[in-house]
């Protein structure tokens, strides 16, 4: 008994063993099947829907997919679900994509898309057309491309002379995108980092602001973006 005991034990093991190795091996195909698609790296304005845990009924997020391939995206966002939950996120230009949520980020996600091959085909051809393109969508209005800064983190001067630790979504010359959870109202007029600015947007988990004068491409970075509350930017002089 107790030698068919461990007979059975050991080929439990060899079971697990074998499931893991075959998971391991799935999922390095999957990153290098990955790694071979088209890949347009940038900033796609998007949303999807989301059920916080507290209830409160279903919420539409605003993001950005900060890098699309046909089979997977990645995702900065204010919220998100668990990991293998579904959601329907709507990319700007192309339309409503089911994904399944594959790993959590500091700043958001990464989804796998759930897609049949003729979706997935479209997605392939749209993805081309974004790199042709740089990025720009039918429909986008703003004049100057709007990039993900190399240092999310920023710091907000509010009306009242308080100041609090923001994160940057996307910046460009003209304006930035601000995931906080502070409440605004449009015309306020704020300082990000070092650069005046005031509310012209309120989205879901953040606000947007303009810039009160447009900046050089080379400034819009470094003014804006990597500050903290209480730490000196001497190292960002102008």
Known sequence: MIQDHCGSLFSR??????????????????????????????????????????GGGVRAVNCTVVSLSPSAMVVT?????????????????????RCAIEQIREDGF????????????????????????????????????????????????????????????????????????????IGDVIQIGRVPAHVVRIVEGGFAVAFDQVLDAADADRLVAGYEVGVSPTSKAV
Do not use: K
């Open 77 to 97: 966002a204010p919220v998100h679900g668990a990991v293998g939950e579904h959601l329907w996120l709507e990319l700007d230009g192309f339309g409503l994509v």
């Open 110 to 185: 990464v989804c796998q898309n759930l897609l049949n091959d003729d979706a997935r085909r479209r997605l392939a051809t749209w993805v081309s057309w974004l790199r042709r393109r740089g990025g720009r969508v039918a429909g986008d209005q703003r004049e100057f491309m709007r990039l993900r800064p190399r240092d999310a983190r920023t710091t907000v001067i509010f009306t009242d002379g308080s100041a609090a630790d923001v994160l940057l979504s996307d910046v460009s010359r003209s304006g930035a995108a601000i995931a906080s959870d502070r409440q605004v109202s």
């Open 13 to 54: 093991m060899e079971m697990g063993a074998m499931a893991s190795s075959f998971r391991q091996e799935r999922n390095a195909q999957r990153a290098a099947d990955r790694r071979a698609e088209i890949r347009y790296d940038g900033n796609i304005a998007a949303s999807f829907t989301y059920t916080p845990g507290s």
